[in-house]
């Protein structure tokens, strides 16, 4: 059973960019959920998707969005990036909506 | 709204010697409760959750944490630390109600001493 993958690693942007990030969930799961993780903190819950619907968002600017697909993959984008958008994101899928997460390995992005 | 907090920024403690992590929740109903590893430049592994039934739950890597209401504690403990134990470890709590969306404490970086 292949667990959540993430994709790129690594990416640098410089501010006023645009990015993708990519999520590709268990196996099974239905909902993915993402977060952001600056340096020195613990995550911070963005928002979560299930069957394809946004199901709950944090305290995240609206140049924030995400996507999920047929397949339960997901995309998070960031319009406009800022230098505080520097972190690690975090995926997260379930089985589904209440279930427990299993996260992905993270993308580190910088922003310059 | 549901938040965590963790006290502790750093522990050091001696290989071999116990650990206990604090944690501290604030929500309204029963939550969910969880306490996540995490490695230098890795993601989060579960070690352990609460939802309901015994309040001392058994994990991986020998740990367990017990889940006190009248607290609003759910700690962590190790009777015996080992080296691969140096890590950050995050307490969460989640909501049925809420989806389980996750809320975060800033977390609690682990030395271990030789």
């Known amino acids: 059973e292949t667990g959540v993958t993430q994709s790129p690693t690594h990416l640098i942007k410089t501010r006023g960019q645009q990015v993708t990030l990519r999520c590709s969930s268990q196996s099974g799961h239905n909902t993915v959920s993402w977060y952001q993780q600056a340096l020195g903190q613990g995550p911070q819950f963005i928002f979560q998707y299930y069957r394809e619907e946004e199901n709950g968002r944090g305290n995240f600017p609206p140049r924030f969005s995400g996507l999920q697909f047929p397949n339960y993959s997901s995309e998070l984008n960031v319009n406009a990036l800022e230098l505080d958008d520097s972190a690690l994101y975090l995926c997260?899928?379930?089985?589904?909506?209440?279930?427990?997460?299993?996260f992905g390995p993270g993308t580190r992005l910088t922003v310059l | 709204a549901q938040s965590v907090t963790q006290p502790d920024i750093h522990i050091t403690v001696s290989e071999g010697a116990s650990l206990e992590l604090r944690c501290n929740y604030s929500y309204g109903a029963t939550p969910y409760l969880f306490w996540y590893v995490q490695s230098p430049g890795q993601g989060l592994q579960l070690l352990l959750k609460y939802f309901s039934g015994d309040t001392l739950v058994q994990g991986i890597k020998g740990f367990e944490a017990e889940f006190k209401r009248s607290q609003s504690s759910f700690n962590l403990r190790k009777p015996s630390v080992h080296w691969s134990d140096a890590a950050e470890y995050f307490c969460a709590v989640g909501a049925e109600a809420a989806g389980n969306k996750l809320t975060f404490g800033g977390g609690t970086r682990v030395l271990v001493k030789p």
């Open positions: 997260a899928s379930s089985e589904t909506v209440n279930n427990e997460q299993f």
